[in-house]
């Protein structure tokens, strides 16, 4: 199972670099004796129960408490630093905590989960300098929950997704395979570990491989890029909103990015415009994949010879698709359904939440996605839109990911979002936030945005209203949360 194969790596290749961060770097033994020492720093925290939160942001410390928590059996509750206090205590409340292990830039969080009850203990305060005893891995079963991940809640109150050693193995395993990624390859992690992307693809997949990932703690242009060319990076793993930024920056250029083979994206839909700007400008194709927080996550990914731009590329080895119509009957290939997926990925369940368990994983295994999506004949699966997400418009069917990829193009946008308003005629309408990137000085109409919508689209999708906003809200993540989008006066 993955933490034993991340245990080999560390013997194989206990001399080599493991994790480089801003702190500095550690080599693969030091992150195993580290991680042992950990262990007795856990065993000594109140309650020693089976669960224990973790508030780090992606970094050595971070892998190494992950990998303290799976060798003495617990299972780690990755907590969202960026949430307010109040909504990580729920979380805390919620998963059942007792102890959450934190570092001291967290001041006001730690503040307020030590008076809601909470014990915090400060990883950076702990001392390893004490020789590791030798400790045996506890015996564990494939489907024992080896770590709760709480989905973003941009549409729900979040929900703890229980993955078990078998899912994390599957996954990295098939991720691995799929993509071909071998042992010389660096990483470069900057989403964080409470992310379920972050955690397979910049912890998981490069420690199982022996790999040296590098983490940048906080998203910024300049940092990603000094660390491509300082550590001759070549897997990315980003969300689109990170790569538009990236696309946006004047230090960005092609000889800076020239180590990158692989440009992972995920997290939410990747704007086909987004995906030629990036390749003309840096020679890098943007590699779409899709996953849930509840398929541990990855359920399918483009690659370099495998790869068709507006696709998510094909499904991972192992993992079943099916495309639902309402009724719940399968629908006919190349056709739009919902997505149902079945495979070792998927998750146990939501931790105490067997209702909401109920309502969206089948007796046979199969989990309702809620997306809309259908396969075309080559096994490129293509996601068309949320079924909660579509417009529906006098009875016409209005998908917003179409509408904002075409928004995309219109010179100057950096980013859009398209939502459905009520309206008493026509049940609904979409309307379209935009921000602008910041050398826009002179915005246009939105009378010329309508008509060029108008060119690519049918009439009846282009937008009603256009709402110009300085920012667009986006979770944690980086997802755009269009339940924070908020309507301005119009402009148009």
């Not at 809640?153 to 991720?175: E, I, Q, R």
Request: with cysteine; charged share 20%.
């Amino acid at each position: 199972m993955i933490l034993e194969t991340i245990l080999q790596q560390t013997r194989q290749h206990a001399s080599q670099t493991a994790i480089v961060d801003d702190r500095g770097s550690i080599t693969f033994g030091q992150l195993r004796a580290a991680s042992s020492i950990m262990v007795g720093h856990m065993n000594r925290c109140r309650g020693n129960t089976q669960r224990i939160g973790l508030m780090i942001p992606q970094s050595a410390g971070c892998a190494i408490a992950f990998l303290a928590a799976r060798r003495s059996n617990r299972v780690p509750v990755m907590l969202n630093f960026l949430l307010r206090p109040n909504e990580l205590i729920d979380i805390c409340r919620d998963a059942q905590l007792e102890t959450v292990l934190s570092i001291t830039h967290f001041k006001d969080h730690n503040t307020a989960l030590e008076k809601a009850g909470f014990e915090v203990v400060l990883m950076d305060e702990l001392s390893f300098r004490r020789i590791p005893w030798p400790r045996s891995t506890p015996s564990r079963s494939p489907n024992d929950t080896a770590t709760i991940l709480y989905t973003s809640g941009t549409s729900a109150s979040p929900k703890g997704v229980m993955l078990t050693n078998a899912n994390l193995d599957s996954n990295a395993h098939t991720a691995i395979a799929h993509a071909r990624f071998n042992q010389q390859m660096t990483f470069l992690g900057v989403l964080p570990m409470f992310h379920a992307l972050g955690l397979m693809a910049t912890s998981l997949i490069p420690l199982s491989l022996g790999c040296k990932v590098v983490y940048v703690a906080r998203f910024n242009p300049a940092a990603v890029i000094t660390a491509i060319q300082k550590h001759h990076i070549q897997v990315l793993v980003a969300v689109p909103t990170m790569y538009a930024i990236l696309a946006n920056s004047r230090l960005a250029t092609r000889e800076a990015l020239a180590s990158v083979q692989y440009a992972i994206s995920g997290g939410e839909p990747l704007p086909v415009s987004l995906i030629d700007e990036f390749q003309q400008r840096f020679g890098i194709p943007l590699l779409e994949g899709f996953g849930l927080t509840e398929t541990s996550p990855m359920v399918s990914f483009n690659v370099p010879w495998a790869c068709r731009h507006g696709s998510v590329g094909k499904p991972l080895e192992n993992v079943e698709l099916r495309f639902v119509d309402d009724d719940g009957g399968d629908v006919p290939p190349d056709v739009d359904g919902e997505l149902w997926i079945r495979g070792p990925n998927v998750m146990k369940g939501y931790f105490n939440r067997p209702d909401e368990t109920a309502e969206v994983l089948t007796a046979d295994g199969w989990l309702k996605t809620g997306d809309v999506a259908r396969q075309d004949s080559d096994g490129f699966l293509h996601i068309t839109g949320r079924k909660k997400d579509l417009i529906i418009m006098g009875g016409e069917k209005i998908v917003p990911a179409q509408i904002e990829d075409v928004l995309r193009k219109f010179p100057g946008v950096l980013l859009a979002a398209v939502i459905g308003v009520k309206d008493a005629q026509r049940g609904e309408v979409p309307v379209a936030f935009i921000q602008w990137s910041p050398d826009v000085n002179i915005k246009p109409s939105p009378h010329d945005i309508r008509t060029f919508v108008c060119q690519s689209l049918a009439a009846y999708k282009a937008p009603r209203e256009f709402y110009y906003v300085d920012e667009i809200p986006r979770t944690p993540t980086g997802k755009i949360s269009k339940r924070h989008l908020q309507i301005p006066n119009s402009v148009g």
